[in-house]
């Protein structure tokens, strides 16, 4: 496994370049830039090249060698200067597979993005599907006509004294919200009317928990 570092264009291109050597730009020297346009280090290595078979034979290994260590670095340093951003390295056998996983990658991270918009969605979504009873100040169903707490007809006119917006039952976490019933002693809904547990009708003030 090779390492590759990945850049990305605001066009949405794609590309991979391989960490350290390169074996291509040593075999292939200028015409490896030839080929990648690099046109600054093709003309030297060209003409380098044909200086070295004209008056010894064979190319410079020397020439070769300079190739191979930068020639990745060219590659990266004409990416940045052609707007591609440099996002993550990671390990591939090939620049293609660089890029397939990647884009796996980034698939997998929208995909979990969506996942959870759409969860916190579902739970900042208001539930249309309940009211509070105004007597005991409770969440039951909407379309229920008797409370499932403290049994109240709902049916009939509401008191005049409007119970609270229901939270869960919780009076050591909000104690300013809940009072003592006087006759069962639990905790209830400080606006409440009517007990939830004893359904017993409460005087208008009470001594609050």
């Given amino acids: 496994m090779k390492t590759f570092v990945i850049y990305e264009h605001p066009s949405g291109d794609i590309k991979a370049v391989k960490k350290g050597w390169s074996w291509p730009a040593f075999l292939f020297d200028g015409f490896w830039a030839l080929y990648h346009s690099l046109s600054l280090q093709a003309v030297i290595g060209i003409i380098l090249d044909l200086i070295s078979f004209i008056t010894v034979g064979f190319g410079l290994i020397g020439v070769s060698l300079v190739y191979g260590i930068n020639g990745n670095d060219w590659l990266k340093e004409k990416l ?10 990671l390990q591939a056998d090939n620049p293609d597979g660089a890029v397939w996983r990647y884009k796996a990658i980034q698939k997998e991270k929208q995909a979990k993005q969506v996942a959870q918009t759409q969860a916190d969605g579902t739970q900042n979504a208001p539930n249309n599907d309940v009211k509070i009873c105004p007597y005991c100040g409770e969440q039951i169903k909407k379309i229920a006509v008797v409370c499932r707490y403290c049994n109240s007809n709902l049916s009939e006119p509401h008191p005049t004294q409007p119970a609270a917006e229901n939270t869960e039952h919780n009076a050591h976490t909000h104690p300013d919200e809940y009072k003592t019933c006087p006759y069962c002693g639990e905790d209830i809904k400080k606006a409440a009317v009517k007990c ?4 017993s009708d409460l005087p208008e ?4 928990v």
Avoid: A, D, F, Q
């Fill in 80 to 89: 940045i200067k052609s707007g591609y951003v440099s996002k993550c390295s």
């Fill in 196 to 199: 939830r547990y004893c359904n």
């Fill in 205 to 208: 003030s009470l001594p609050t």
